[in-house]
């Protein structure tokens, strides 16, 4: 389509990553762009709403509070007794928070207006990727003592010796290295394409509108695209905040429990 | 028009979309932290608070309507209790009362039957002093009559069958005449 377009108008420019860098909104600070900015407004949004919620704790809960406390019960339930087990109270605030911040910054991207996916920034995740892996690697040597937790690793009990050739090098790089480069790039790249994908069929739609009359008709079609995968997109979102959390509360579970 | 709502997007190609630009690291990281903070202090035990308030609101319902249930069926089994009791004191009065009955009805029958020998043997006794009375004066009659037909009779021709009846029958009258 691009390439179509580009045939029949050189003047259309497809939208590439340079449509996710921001200028400084005003002066030169790095601290004053859009998705910055958009990072600390999630913060205020996420933080006053479920403190609002849950400010009364009634027994019968009001709209706000029921609203509040299902996505609370959510995680609470779902991702952290039901994964991690009898200890998992202690990590319900991590995973709930985890899951509330990637969420309503995922969410950006459909709200009119602000319509920017935060964590399309590869940094953002990896801000907070920093926190999960840190937690379940601190958790593991905390339960099993660090020597202990090393050798777990490098030399799973119960394989024969020739296998450990293979296996230690694919533990170590799993828990090492892969395990938070598929976090933070799992979710930023998940977030990057939707993002580049709802801006082809937009910015293409707004293109078609300034040419002829047959492409006035087709940035119809572009427009009723961009719309239709905005709400896929809101799938993708809440799916991906939901698979990082879980992922999150696997790997806390797997520190946890005493054979890994 | 998308993203640049309000916002310019760089028009300079910035660094590849994979490399990371360490003022979002920290930004992420300590946004992230602070919302952690927030939520730790603020949302979370709050939530747990109503959840376990809620909790005992519900536990406690139950054990007060467990507490009623037990009273009620206490209550119950001490009405059954009573209730047989009662049955059982009725039962035990109506089997007094019947033996009692049939006691008075013994002695009754046995004055009835008492009174009734009396009044028989003493029905007896008059009519055998009634019979032997009759049958003395009787004895007297019988003998003064008898005498009277033999001499009747032989006052009489005694060849005539029809006659010595006819005598026998005018005598018969005159007895029955003079009693």
């Not at chain 2, 209730?83 to 019947?98: C, H, N, Q, S, T």
């Not at chain 2, 029958?109 to 008059?126: K, L, P």
Request: glycine share 6%; charged share 20%.
């Amino acid at each position: 389509m691009h390439t179509l377009l580009s045939q029949a108008n050189s003047g259309f420019v497809p939208p590439s990553s340079a449509d996710f860098d921001f200028a400084p909104i005003f002066g030169n600070s790095i601290l004053f762009t859009k998705p910055v900015l958009l990072v600390f407004f999630s913060v205020i949004l996420a933080g006053s709403f479920f403190t609002l919620s849950a400010r009364k704790a009634a027994i019968v809960p009001s709209k706000l509070q029921f609203a509040g406390e299902s996505i609370y019960t959510f995680i609470r339930n779902e991702l952290g007794r039901d994964v991690i087990g009898p200890e998992f109270m202690r990590f319900v605030p991590f995973l709930f928070s985890l899951f509330v911040f990637i969420l309503t910054n995922n969410i950006f991207g459909v709200v009119p207006l602000l319509q920017f996916p935060t964590m399309s920034h590869i940094g953002f995740p990896i801000g907070i990727t920093i926190f999960s892996y840190v937690t379940y690697h601190y958790v593991a040597i905390k339960k099993h003592g660090l020597k202990k937790y090393v050798t777990d690793i490098c030399f799973m009990p119960g394989i024969p010796k020739p296998v450990y050739l293979i296996l230690t090098p694919v533990e170590l790089l799993t828990y090492l290295v892969t395990r938070p480069l598929t976090l933070s790039m799992r979710l930023f790249a998940n977030m990057f394409a939707g993002h580049l994908l709802l801006l082809v069929f937009t910015l293409g739609g707004e293109y078609l509108l300034t040419s002829g009359l047959i492409l006035k008709f087709l940035s119809l079609f572009s427009f009723s695209f961009a719309i239709g995968l905005s709400f896929f997109e809101l799938g993708i979102q809440a799916l991906q905040a939901y698979i990082f959390t879980l992922l999150t509360a696997l790997y806390i579970a797997g520190a946890l429990a005493d054979e890994h | 028009m998308f993203n640049r709502f309000g916002f310019l997007a760089s028009a300079e190609a910035g660094a590849s979309p994979v490399i990371p630009k360490p003022a979002e690291i920290i930004v992420g990281f300590v946004a992230f932290g602070i919302l952690f903070m927030l939520l730790r202090a603020r949302a979370v035990p709050r939530f747990e608070k109503a959840y376990k308030d809620r909790t005992e609101a519900i536990e406690g319902g139950l054990a007060r309507a467990e507490v009623a249930q037990r009273e009620a069926s206490e209550a119950l089994q001490m009405y059954k209790a009573q209730l047989a009791d009662a049955r059982g004191e009725a039962a035990k009065l109506r089997e007094e009362a019947r033996a009692e009955g049939s006691v008075i009805l013994e002695q009754m029958r046995a004055t009835a039957q008492e009174e009734a020998t009396r009044i028989t043997s003493a029905a007896r006794s008059s009519i055998e002093a009634e019979r032997q009375a009759a049958f003395n004066s009787l004895l007297n009659e019988v003998g003064a009559i008898a005498t009277e037909l033999a001499s009747k009779i032989v006052g009489e021709s005694l060849d005539d069958q029809a006659r010595q009846s006819r005598v026998v029958e005018r005598f018969l009258a005159e007895v029955e005449k003079s009693k």
